[in-house]
C-alpha cells in the first residue's frame, strides 16, 4: 500500500545525508530565492502560532474564508453544481460491501468536515458539526448490461450523482454509491460539495478508505493515527492569523501587484457570454510524451525556474496569443497546506493564487518566463492571503457573468500514482469528466515518469469542444517550438500545424480570375453597345437611353474633353446629382482617358472645392443648376448643355487631339474617404483594379442583373459596383431619382415601376424598404446586395419571410480594395444565429488574410486583423506617400512585388473558413476594463418587438466617464422622448442574455435615426443623453420610509456617512458578508426575503426598494382571501376573539 504523502517527505528527510549547507550550494541562484522565501513564510507563521490549538468549544465555528465564498455563492444561485465534487475508485475483486460501509462511516467518524452543515447565526454562516452522522451505501447494480454500455452508464449516473445539488443548510454534503458491473468489478462513487473538500482531500480520502478496509478486513484495530486538528479548528486560526499588521501587508502587496489590471480575459468564444454561467462543463484531455516534458525540465532548470513556472508560462502565451491582450490574470489553484497538521485532513484549504502575465513589447519566450518567475515566486511569499479575503478587501468591479480577476485556472496536480493494493482487492482512482466548469476554462496537467497529462475543463456555456481541440493543438504546438527555440519572441512562437496553415492560406486566397483582358470599363460597355445598341442602358424616371444613344453621347463628351486637354492621369471632377447626364460624363471621363473624381453635390461649397484643388482636377463636369453653388475656379462645364457640346465638337475631327492609349495601372477614378485625422483622402483606383473588381461581380453573382437599381452617391465607390456590373453585361441601369433614393415608400414605387432583378444597398435601408413595401412592390427582385454596415440576423429573417424567392448576399470590402473583397450568400437559417451574419470568402481574384500583429495567420476562431490582397488592392492614397506606405505593406505570403491592404478591421473565421466581422481595430472601446461590443448590444436590442432601429455608440460627455447609450427607433407608437418605460422594459430584457457590462446607461428614443448622405448613421448627430432619473453622484435622497429604511441598513453595515440611492452596494465597499448582514437586516425589518442575487441585480437603494414595495404590494393569495372571507361571515365578538388568539 502507498505510504502518505508526509511519510514519504519524512522519509525523504531522513534518508538525506548531505548537510543542508551544501545542499544549499549547489541550489541556483533563483531556487535559492524561493527556498529562502519559503523558509521565512515557515518562520513567520511559526511565529504567529507555534502550534494550532482547537479553537474554542463555546464559540460558534465560523467559516473559513474559502467556505464563505461557497457558502455565499450557494446564496447567490442555488441551483448550480459546479462546486459538487464527484469523484470515483474502480474496485476489482472481492469486495466485502459491509467492511466497506463500515469503512467510509470511520473516515467521516474521524473527520469532523464531512459531518458539518452550515447555517445563519444571527447574520453570521457557521458550521453546525452533527455529532455522528450515518452514511448509506446505495448499490446499483449494472451487472446486466453489456460491457460496451456500462462504462457510458457509469459515467451517466456519475453526471447525474453530481448533477443533484446539495443542501448546504441541512446536509449530509456527501453521497456514496457502488455500482456493480458484476465479475467483482466496481466503482465505488463519491459526490461531496467542495466546501467540505478540495483536490488534496481526494488523495487523503483514498489513502484512508485502502487503509481502514486492509485493518477492518484483518480484523485489526485501524492504522491511521488520530487527527490532531479538525477543519473547523483551521477555521478557527486562519481567521486569527489574519488580522492586524499581518493582514495590512499582505493586502497591501497584493493592491499594488494588481492594480489597474483588466477585469476580464476576452478570449474568442464561440458564443455570447450569458448573464449567469450555468456552470455545464466538458473536458478535453490530451498528453504531452517523455521526450518532450524532460526537454521542459531541462529548459527550466537552465532558467532556474520550476516546472510549474514554465507550463504557466507557456500556458499564458497561448492565451494572450488568442486573446490579443497583453496583460491579464490567471488564477493558479495551491494545496495550502503550509502546515504538517493540514496534509492529513479533509477539508477546502486549497487556495487561488492571483498570477499577472504582462506581455508588452513582444519579448523573448525566456525573458517572459523570468518574469513570471519572479510573478510567481512573489505570489507565494503572500499566499498567506486568501482569494476570498483578497476580493473582500480590494473589491473589484462585481458582474454575476464571470469571476473577479481572472477567469483562467492553471493547475498542476501532484498526486500519488492512483492505485492502492489491499489484500483481495485492487483500488484504482478513475477520472470521469463529470459535465461541470467552475470557470471559463482550467487547463488541469499532471506530471508523472512518462510525461504530462493534460486537460482542458471548459465552461459549455462559451466554448464548443472543436474550439478547446484547436486549442491544445496549439498548446501542443507552442511546447515543441519553445522546447527547440526557447529564445524566440512570444509574437512569433507559431501556432498552427502545417495542415492548419495550409487549410487557411486556401481559404485566404479567392477562385482565380480566368482573365482580366476582356477590357477596360468603358471598352466593356463599348463592346455591349456594339453588340446590342437598342437594349435600354439606363433609365431615371420617365427618361432612358438606349446603349447606342449612351455611348454616342459619351463620345461627344469624350472629344471635348480631349479638346479641353484630357491625358491619361489627368483628374477630372464630376459633381452631379444622379442622373442620366451623371453617367454620361462618367463614361466620358474614361473614353477621353482621364480620372473622375466623383463628388457629392450636397457637400458644402467649401468642402467641394477643397476636393478639388487638393485633388489638381484640370477641369469640373456638373450640371447647370449646381454650377452657381460651386465655388471654384477650375474650368466647368454642364453635362445638361446639350447644344453647346454639339457646336463644339462638331467640327472637324482633325482638331481634336487623337485619343491616347491608356495603360492598366493609370487611374480610372479617385474616391475621398474620411481619414482618421479629420483631413479626406483620395483612393487611386486603376483600370485594372476596377476591371478586376467588375470581373469578380460576372463571376461570383450566378445571375446578371437584368436591371440593376442604383441608390449609391456616385461619391461613393458602391456606385461602381451596379453601375460597371451592368454596363459591362447588357442590363438596365435603373437610376433612382434625387432626393427619394433613401425614402422607402418613394423607392418601393420606383421598384415596381422599373422592376429591376438586383438591389445593392445598406441594411438598415432594406430593413426599411421591407417593412414600407407591398407584397407586389418587390417581386421582380431576384437578387438583393447588403453593404456598408454589419447585417443583422433580423434583417435575414425579414428578407426571407417578404422574399423567400429572392437570394440575399452580404458583401464586404473597403474602397481602397475597390468596393469589395468578399460576399456571402445568406440562407434563412441564418437568422437564428447569436452573432452578425458572416461576410463570407474572398471572392475571384482576391485574397483576404486574417493576421496577428506580427501578421501570422491568426487560428480559426481568434480575432485578427483584415488584410486584402489581389488585383482590386488600390494603387494607394493621392499625395499621401507617407500613409500609403503605412496601410499598403509587402505581401509575405506571395511572390515579391506582390501588396496587401491593411484594412484596420477585425475580423475572424469560422471552421467552416467563412470570416465574421468584428468592428474595427481603433473602436475596441473599454468601459471599466471590459471590452464593449455595440455591435452585439444592437443585434440584441433588434431582436425585441419594441425596436425598429438602434444604434449603440460608447460616449465620454464628461471627462473619463464612459457609457453606452442605446438610441431607439420604436416599431409601435412610442412617442420620442419617453424614456423611461422604454428603457426599464428594454434594460430588463437585455439583462435576460448580456452581462452587466453591456448594459446601456441611457436608452433615447427618437423618431429616425440621423444619416449621412451616404445613407450611413451620422453618429456626431447622435443626441447627448439625458441621464434618467436620479443618478450616481447626484446626492439623491431616499423619498419614501422604504428608501430610508434601505439606506438605514447599508449606513450601518457599511460604516458609511451619506449614501445616494443610486450608489452601487459593492462600489461603496460591500461583500460578501456584508451582503448577507443585509439580506438578514432586510428580512428582520420587513419580513421579506430576498436572495442573494436579488442583491446583485438590484445593487442600490432605489432598485432594491422597488423590489421590496413591489412585494408588499402583492396581494394575498387565494387561500388566505377566502379565510378572510370566512372571518367576515362570523359574528363581530367571534371574529374579534379569533385574531386575538392567533396575534393577528
Not at 522 to 547: K, N
Not at 593 to 611: F, H, Q
Request: proline content about 6%; hydrophobic content about 40%.
Amino acid at each position: 500500500m502507498k505510504k502518505t504523502t508526509a511519510e514519504n517527505l519524512r522519509e525523504q528527510k531522513m534518508q538525506t545525508n548531505q548537510d543542508p549547507a551544501e545542499q544549499k550550494a549547489k541550489l541556483s541562484a533563483a531556487k535559492r530565492a524561493l527556498l529562502e522565501k519559503q523558509l521565512r513564510g515557515r518562520l513567520t507563521a511559526a511565529a504567529g502560532s507555534e502550534t494550532i490549538t482547537k479553537r474554542p468549544v463555546a464559540d460558534p465555528a465560523l467559516l473559513s474564508f474559502p467556505q464563505q465564498r461557497l457558502w455565499f455563492l450557494s446564496r447567490m444561485d442555488s441551483a448550480n453544481v459546479a462546486y459538487n465534487i464527484p469523484t470515483a475508485l474502480h474496485l476489482s475483486g472481492q469486495l466485502n460491501i459491509p467492511l466497506l460501509t463500515l469503512t467510509v462511516n470511520e473516515i467521516v467518524r474521524r473527520h469532523e468536515i464531512l459531518r458539518t452543515k452550515f447555517d445563519l447565526a444571527g447574520d453570521q454562516a457557521i458550521q453546525i458539526i452533527r455529532p455522528e452522522l450515518p452514511i448509506e451505501i446505495e448499490v446499483q447494480d449494472l451487472s446486466a448490461l453489456p460491457p460496451q454500455e456500462q462504462e457510458p452508464e457509469v459515467l451517466r449516473r456519475a453526471r447525474e450523482d453530481g448533477a443533484y445539488r446539495f443542501d448546504l443548510q441541512n446536509g449530509p454534503l456527501l453521497r456514496v454509491n457502488l455500482l456493480d458491473l458484476g465479475k467483482q468489478e466496481y466503482v465505488l462513487l463519491f459526490t461531496l460539495h467542495h466546501i467540505v473538500f478540495d483536490g488534496w482531500s481526494a488523495a487523503v480520502l483514498f489513502e484512508e478508505f485502502a487503509t481502514l478496509y486492509l485493518s477492518f478486513a484483518e480484523n485489526r484495530l485501524p492504522a491511521l493515527p488520530p487527527v490532531p486538528i479538525q477543519y473547523a479548528d483551521y477555521a478557527y486560526w486562519q481567521r486569527q492569523q489574519l488580522q492586524g499588521e499581518r493582514l495590512e501587508k499582505l493586502v497591501a502587496y497584493w493592491r499594488r501587484q494588481l492594480a489597474d489590471v483588466p477585469a476580464l480575459l476576452e478570449l474568442p468564444t464561440d458564443r455570447p457570454r450569458p448573464p449567469i454561467q450555468s456552470g455545464a462543463g466538458a473536458v478535453y484531455s490530451f498528453r504531452v510524451d517523455r521526450l518532450l516534458a524532460e526537454r521542459l525540465r531541462e529548459i527550466s532548470r537552465k532558467q532556474g525556474a520550476t516546472l510549474f513556472v514554465t507550463l504557466v508560462s507557456v500556458f499564458s502565451v497561448l492565451l494572450h496569443r488568442y486573446s490579443g491582450q497583453q496583460d491579464f490574470c490567471i488564477g493558479a489553484s495551491v494545496a495550502n497546506r503550509s502546515r504538517p497538521e493540514f496534509e492529513a485532513l479533509i477539508g477546502l484549504f486549497a487556495n487561488m493564487l492571483v498570477l499577472r502575465a504582462e506581455l508588452a513589447e513582444n519579448p523573448r519566450f525566456t525573458d517572459f518566463l523570468r518574469r513570471m518567475r519572479t510573478v510567481s515566486l512573489e505570489a507565494q511569499e503572500y499566499q498567506d492571503l486568501p482569494f476570498e479575503k483578497l476580493v473582500e478587501e480590494l473589491n473589484p468591479m462585481r458582474d454575476r457573468s464571470y469571476s473577479p480577476y481572472f477567469q483562467v485556472i492553471f493547475v498542476m496536480h501532484n498526486m500519488p500514482s492512483g492505485k492502492w493494493e489491499v489484500p483481495g482487492l485492487q483500488v484504482r482512482y478513475l477520472p470521469i469528466d463529470f459535465g461541470s466548469a467552475k470557470s471559463d476554462l482550467t487547463f488541469h496537467i499532471t506530471e508523472d515518469n512518462d510525461g504530462f497529462d493534460a486537460a482542458f475543463e471548459y465552461s459549455t456555456d462559451l466554448f464548443e469542444k472543436n474550439t478547446i481541440e484547436r486549442m491544445a493543438t496549439h498548446f501542443g504546438t507552442l511546447l515543441k517550438t519553445i522546447a527547440a527555440q526557447p529564445e524566440t519572441r512570444v509574437g512569433d512562437l507559431p501556432l498552427l500545424t502545417e495542415k492548419e496553415y495550409r487549410q487557411l492560406s486556401d481559404w485566404s486566397h479567392g477562385a482565380a480570375l480566368l482573365s482580366c483582358d476582356d477590357g477596360m470599363l468603358h471598352e466593356r460597355f463599348e463592346a455591349v453597345a456594339l453588340a446590342q445598341p437598342e437594349q435600354i442602358a439606363v433609365i431615371c424616371g420617365d427618361r432612358q437611353l438606349s446603349y447606342c444613344e449612351l455611348n454616342r453621347r459619351a463620345e461627344q463628351w469624350a472629344r471635348l474633353l480631349r479638346l479641353q486637354g484630357i491625358v491619361p492621369e489627368m483628374r477630372v471632377g464630376l459633381c452631379a446629382e444622379r442622373s442620366i447626364e451623371a453617367i454620361v460624363g462618367m463614361i466620358a471621363i474614361l473614353k477621353a482617358g482621364g480620372a473622375y473624381v466623383p463628388l457629392d453635390p450636397s457637400a458644402p461649397p467649401e468642402r467641394l472645392d477643397a476636393l478639388l484643388r487638393d485633388c489638381a482636377a484640370g477641369l469640373l463636369l456638373t450640371q447647370a443648376h449646381l454650377k452657381a453653388r460651386l465655388r471654384t475656379e477650375i474650368p466647368t462645364l454642364c453635362l445638361d448643355d446639350a447644344e453647346a457640346v454639339e457646336l463644339r465638337v462638331s467640327g472637324d475631327d482633325r482638331s481634336c487631339p487623337p485619343y491616347r492609349p491608356v495603360s492598366a495601372q493609370q487611374a480610372a477614378y479617385l474616391i475621398y474617404t474620411s481619414g482618421s485625422t479629420g483631413k479626406p483622402k483620395a483612393v487611386l483606383v486603376s483600370h485594372a483594379n476596377a476591371a478586376a473588381s467588375t470581373a469578380a461581380r460576372l463571376r461570383e453573382y450566378g445571375e446578371q442583373p437584368e436591371g440593376f437599381m442604383l441608390l449609391s452617391s456616385f461619391a461613393f465607390d458602391s456606385s461602381v459596383a451596379g453601375i460597371f456590373w451592368t454596363l459591362s453585361h447588357g442590363g438596365r441601369l435603373c437610376i433612382a431619382q434625387e432626393g427619394k433614393h433613401q425614402e422607402p415608400n418613394s423607392l418601393a414605387a420606383a421598384i415596381e415601376r422599373d422592376r429591376p432583378s438586383h438591389l445593392l444597398c445598406l441594411p438598415s435601408l432594406y430593413g426599411l424598404l421591407l417593412e414600407s413595401c407591398k407584397a407586389d412592390q418587390t417581386n421582380s427582385l431576384r437578387c438583393v446586395i447588403v453593404a456598408g454596415e454589419t447585417c443583422p440576423t433580423t434583417l435575414i429573417k425579414q428578407h426571407y419571410q417578404r422574399l423567400p424567392g429572392t437570394i440575399l448576399y452580404n458583401e464586404y470590402g473597403p474602397t481602397e480594395a475597390t468596393v469589395w473583397c468578399s460576399v456571402y450568400k445568406t440562407h434563412p437559417q441564418d437568422g437564428n444565429i447569436d452573432r452578425a451574419v458572416s461576410i463570407g470568402a474572398p471572392i475571384a481574384g482576391y485574397q483576404l488574410y486574417i493576421l496577428d500583429p506580427q501578421m501570422n495567420f491568426a487560428p480559426v476562431g481568434v480575432p485578427g486583423e483584415v488584410y486584402i490582397g489581389g488585383a482590386g488592392v488600390a494603387r494607394g492614397y493621392l499625395q499621401r506617400p507617407g500613409l500609403t506606405a503605412e496601410k499598403f505593406v509587402p505581401n509575405p505570403y506571395e511572390e515579391y512585388g506582390a501588396r496587401l491592404y491593411r484594412s484596420g478591421d477585425l475580423a475572424r473565421r469560422h471552421a467552416d473558413g467563412m470570416i465574421e466581422f468584428l468592428g474595427r481595430v481603433d473602436n475596441q472601446v473599454k468601459i471599466r476594463g471590459f471590452r464593449i461590443e455595440p455591435g452585439e448590444i444592437e443585434m440584441r436590442l433588434l431582436r425585441h418587438p419594441l425596436v425598429k432601429e438602434t444604434a449603440v455608440l460608447v460616449r465620454e460627455d464628461r471627462p473619463g466617464d464612459k457609457r453606452i447609450a442605446a438610441y431607439i427607433v420604436p416599431a409601435g407608437q412610442t412617442p420620442a422622448g419617453s424614456n423611461i418605460s422604454a428603457s426599464e422594459t428594454l434594460r430588463a430584457y437585455l439583462k435576460e442574455t448580456l452581462p452587466d457590462y453591456m448594459i446601456p446607461a441611457s436608452f433615447v428614443i427618437l423618431e429616425q435615426l440621423p444619416l449621412m448622405t451616404n445613407g450611413k448613421l451620422d453618429r456626431n448627430a447622435l443626441p447627448v443623453p439625458i441621464i434618467e432619473g436620479r443618478f450616481s453622484g447626484s446626492g439623491a435622497v431616499p423619498l419614501n420610509p422604504v428608501e430610508e429604511a434601505v439606506a438605514a441598513i447599508w449606513k450601518e453595515i457599511l460604516g458609511a456617512g451619506h449614501i445616494d440611492i443610486h450608489d452601487n452596494f459593492f462600489d461603496l465597499g460591500g461583500h460578501s458578508l456584508s451582503a448577507i448582514q443585509v439580506i438578514v437586516r432586510i428580512q428582520d425589518r420587513f419580513g421579506i426575503e430576498i436572495s442573494v442575487a436579488e442583491l446583485f441585480d438590484a445593487p442600490t437603494i432605489y432598485t432594491l426598494s422597488q423590489i421590496l414595495m413591489q412585494q408588499q404590494s402583492e396581494p394575498a393569495d387565494e387561500e388566505m382571501l377566502a379565510l378572510l372571507a370566512e372571518l367576515e361571515q362570523l359574528p363581530d365578538g367571534e371574529a374579534q376573539r379569533l385574531l386575538n388568539d392567533l396575534a393577528i
